[in-house]
């Protein structure tokens, strides 16, 4: 079964600084999908970003950007130019392309954003 | 707006009771999922349907059912409800289910307490 880890359950950064937030994930198969997802405060559930697994070239959506690297199985997520509006939780994902396929989450990082 | 609705947003019940939570897209989506996010836990998968008239187990799916009688709708029913239970309840949408690259989308969640 796939599994994603987020080994840090909390980061701060600078307001206007760069933050990377990490994300591994265990997996058999070798086509598959990445996700980074974003909930603020409000709880709303908002997508990021997101990385198919048969190409190399990392995507990149204004100041988020991803690290992907396929053999270590590594899923990072960079915002530069941090805004307090990035202020919320980050959780990454993976969604299998399997028949019967199951979107997993990670357990999920909280950024604050210090002023 | 399209979207997805999920009513109520928030609930007190009484161990025991039974509990039915409303899941409303107007996308036309083929695939719903239902999500309960618990600190610390991230999401875990309870219940999908990749298309009308079938669904499938998630990772925790005891104490719940589901159903899919058309497109649009996809009840989460708690029959007797407990006070690990407690949790945001999310849904979600994918317009396919299987294989695809698509991202979900989510409702605004439902706070259920259960006491």
């Known amino acids: 079964a796939q599994t994603v880890t987020q080994s840090q359950p909390e980061m701060s950064v600078q307001e206007a600084e760069t933050v990377t937030l990490s994300c591994t994930y265990d997996t058999s198969e070798s086509d598959y999908y990445l996700f980074w997802y974003k909930q603020p405060p409000s709880r709303q559930m908002i997508l990021v970003i997101r990385q198919e697994a048969y190409k190399q070239q990392n995507a990149t959506e204004n100041r988020f950007s991803v690290n992907f690297q396929k053999a270590a199985k590594s899923f990072s997520l960079k915002i530069s130019d941090s805004q307090l509006g990035d202020a919320a939780m980050y959780f990454c994902?993976?969604?299998?392309?399997?028949?019967?396929?199951?979107?997993?989450f990670g357990k999920g990082t909280r950024l604050h954003i210090l002023p | 707006i399209a979207g997805i609705t999920q009513a109520p947003t928030s609930q007190i019940l009484a161990a025991g009771r039974r509990m039915t939570l409303r899941c409303t897209q107007d996308m036309r989506h083929n695939a719903m999922y239902w999500y309960r996010q618990d600190l610390g836990l991230g999401l875990r998968l309870i219940h999908y349907s990749n298309t009308a008239g079938t669904t499938g187990k998630g990772e925790v799916p005891d104490g719940y059912s589901v159903s899919r009688a058309n497109t649009d709708d996809f009840p989460l029913t708690l029959a007797s409800a407990v006070p690990s239970q407690t949790s945001v309840y999310f849904c979600?949408?994918?317009?396919?289910?299987?294989?695809?690259?698509?991202?979900?989308?989510f409702g605004n969640g439902t706070r259920l307490t259960v006491t």
């Open positions: 994902a993976y969604r299998s392309m399997n028949r019967d396929d199951k979107i997993i």
């Open positions: 979600a949408s994918s317009p396919e289910g299987g294989i695809s690259n698509s991202p979900l989308h």
